[in-house]
């Protein structure tokens, strides 16, 4: 039988041309540089309308603007609209660095792009996202880029803080009321009839006058800010507590934490400020600027009272300051600093609180003093964390550490332990007798001193859990855990001192003092 064979017509493909962009980024504005990106946008747009396959879909360029935060970049964030609505088939772009420095940023945007049937290509690297190890390539080199912007960002802080040492002055701000920046003397120079507003704003403060009715007056008057806006209350703190307008600067009051984020935070001490006196010449004369910082003072004791610890103290769990309590049980006032979470409604923490008084002793402790003195905590101190298991980290002026072990554990904490060590070893300072030991309900072992069982004049020393002295033995004698053995061997006698401190005497004469707080 004859075997047919249907032949079909051929029908012609139609090649459609893809639809080709380009991305160019430069990271600083300058002649040098605009030059180099007009450059790029006309090497892009050449190549693409050369290409026969290829239709030409424009050139988006940011200029002045870092590679580390793509939403940062309006030309970037519009050619990712235009490829959401079909405009764009193909991105050319000169190199990783160039599209982004920020590798979750990259893998993130090239992916979508690829889902949505997007390519990109990284001319330098000769990188096609549509490639088999592409994507793995672009992780590796996206990773280095992102190592190099970090690099550069550290060079330049070191160069910056170079010139802070050295007493190069250089401004943040070249646009200030009652001053303009002059780039040839490289100082600020007076704005006279802007300066007349000032010395007024400055005056209206010292006569009582509230912010927000300062801001109030200056926009009747018809002054406006250095940007033409009215003023508001944050605008006038912002100027009347701005050391400029005595002479002086103080640099590096805030720093940038991460160079791939580029979050700015205020310097609260963790980096070094410098602070120039006499840079220019001044608006406001050293008497009346000092008057200034008194009511600032005045003015923000009456509404928020500030102590010692306040904005000292922080959460090592949450990261929240503390803040002050006052309560009244019984009569009888009682002050501690507690984490503010938990006095903000729908907000958890477990974080320890400490009584003032307890601080203060530790304070004393960590400081070697014989008491709290105010003074010598605020010029030593930088700055506190108490950790999740209730130790306290002391950050001090100049760099160093110290960490205050939390033996002070609730009952609730303590762990069921029994030593046979401390029998006979703990004496009372107030009666002379040594401390039994004594099961309490199968909850915790406690030590008591034995003149307690006194009918006629019982001793009130205080007690102590077996825990609570094995974790005391711990911290003296420098061990990572307790051990019977050791301290059996140096340590002669425990006295218990009638505030309740333990003195630790070693075999030898030695002695070691641990302070009940």
């Known amino acids: 039988m004859a075997k047919i064979i249907k032949i079909e017509q051929a029908v012609p493909v139609i090649q459609t041309k893809k639809k ?9 504005e ?85 889902s949505i049937g997007v390519e990109v290509r990284f001319e330098k690297e000769k990188i096609h996202s549509f490639s088999e190890d592409g994507e793995l390539m672009l992780s590796l080199l996206a990773s280095f880029a992102q190592e190099e912007s970090r690099s550069i960002s550290e060079n330049c802080k070191w160069g910056i803080r170079k010139r802070f040492q050295s007493g190069e002055i250089g401004v943040a701000n070249k646009r200030i009321l009652g001053y303009r920046y002059d780039e040839v003397q490289k100082r600020y120079l007076i704005v006279p009839e802007e300066a007349e507003s000032v010395r007024w ?64 935070v205020k310097n ?26 008194a009511e600032m003072k005045r003015r923000a004791s009456l509404i928020n009272p500030t102590y010692c610890f306040t904005a000292k103290i922080h959460c090592g769990i949450c990261g929240a300051n503390y803040a002050r309590k006052k309560g009244i049980v019984k009569g009888r006032t009682y002050v501690h600093w507690i984490c503010r979470s938990k006095k903000e409604a729908g907000t958890t923490c477990s974080s320890v609180n400490f009584s003032e008084e307890e601080l203060k002793n530790i304070c004393a402790e960590i400081l070697d ?24 980290e002391f950050y001090l002026v100049g760099g160093e550490t110290k960490r205050w072990k939390n033996l002070h554990l609730n009952d609730t904490r303590h762990t069921v332990t029994l030593t046979d060590a401390f029998q006979g070893k703990i004496r009372c300072a107030k009666c002379g007798k040594t401390y039994h030991r ?50 059996t061997e140096q ?27």
């Open 20 to 28: 080709v962009a380009a991305y160019a980024r430069v990271s600083m």
């Open 30 to 114: 300058s002649e040098r540089m605009n030059h180099s990106l007009s450059a790029q946008i006309s090497y892009y747009s050449s190549l693409i309308q050369k290409n026969p396959g290829w239709q030409y879909a424009g050139v988006y360029a940011d200029y002045g603007i870092t590679g580390t935060l793509t939403a940062k970049r309006e030309q970037f964030q519009k050619m990712l609209s235009d490829c959401e609505e079909g405009k764009i088939d193909i991105i050319l772009t000169k190199s990783i660095s160039r599209f982004a420095r920020n590798t979750v940023d990259l893998l993130e945007t090239v992916r979508h792009l690829k």
């Open 201 to 264: 704003m400055f005056q209206m403060y010292l006569d009582d006058v509230t912010l927000r009715e300062i801001a109030d007056r200056m926009n009747r008057a018809g002054i406006r800010t250095i940007r033409g806006y009215t003023f508001q209350e944050a605008s006038v703190r912002q100027l009347i507590f701005n050391e400029v307008y005595a002479g002086d600067m103080k640099r590096q009051k805030c720093y940038i934490a991460d160079p791939i984020q580029k979050n700015k």
């Open 268 to 293: 609260h001490g963790e980096l070094p400020q410098y602070y120039m006196t006499d840079c220019h010449e001044a608006i406001i004369d050293r008497e009346t600027y000092a008057k200034v910082k």
């Open 369 to 392: 003093l014989d008491a709290f003195e105010e003074e010598v905590f605020e010029s030593r101190v930088k700055d506190i964390v108490v950790l999740e298991n209730g130790d306290v």
């Open 438 to 487: 004594v099961n309490s309900a199968n909850r915790w072992v406690y030590w008591y001193c034995i003149g307690k069982r006194n009918k006629v004049s019982p001793c009130d020393s205080v007690n102590y859990t077996d825990f609570q002295l094995r974790q005391i033995s711990v911290h003296i004698l420098g061990l990572d855990a307790f051990d019977e053995r050791t301290f």
């Open 491 to 517: 340590i002669e006698e425990i006295t218990v001192l009638a505030d309740g401190n333990l003195v630790y005497r070693f075999f030898g004469g030695r002695t070691a003092k641990w302070r009940r707080t």
